[in-house]
């Protein structure tokens, strides 16, 4: 069963810096594609960004572009969350997702695993 356990949200002032990690076990994720979403309270789950576990092949929605990266390194089987320049409207709760595919998607129903979240605010 894979597991996805994320970590390093927190509270941190607007044109500041955060790095999420996801550490992923359970299994081998050649063939997998990885993601991070988050979410506000009365919201739906919005996509951030996703890459290809083996390619590397990266994706980022436009609001986080240029100030969020994410990556990955395969020998620790963990996903990161660069963000940078962080404005009040990124707070919410972060969650890391996997899908059985190397195809990077947007869409939350074809992300077969998730992580528990973690949450990230910024003050003004």
């Known amino acids: 069963q894979v597991q996805l356990v994320e970590s390093g949200g927190g509270l941190v002032q607007a044109g500041g810096s955060l790095r999420l990690s996801c550490v992923a076990s359970?299994?081998?994720?050649?063939?997998?594609?990885m993601a991070w979403f988050r979410q506000t309270p009365g919201k739906e789950r919005e996509f951030v960004a996703a890459?290809?576990?083996?390619?590397?092949?990266?994706f980022h929605a436009d609001s986080v572009k240029a100030r969020f990266t994410i990556s990955r390194d395969k020998a620790k089987n963990t996903l990161y969350l660069q963000m940078n320049s962080l404005k009040p409207e990124d707070t919410a709760i972060y969650y890391c997702?996997?899908?059985?595919?190397?195809?990077?998607?947007?869409?939350?129903?074809?992300?077969?695993?998730w992580g528990q979240g973690t949450q990230v605010t910024v003050s003004s």
């Open positions: 997702a996997a899908r059985e595919s190397a195809t990077q998607v947007i869409i939350t129903t074809l992300y077969n695993y």
């Open positions: 890459i290809s576990w083996m390619a590397g092949h990266t």
């Open positions: 359970g299994r081998t994720f050649t063939h997998y594609s």
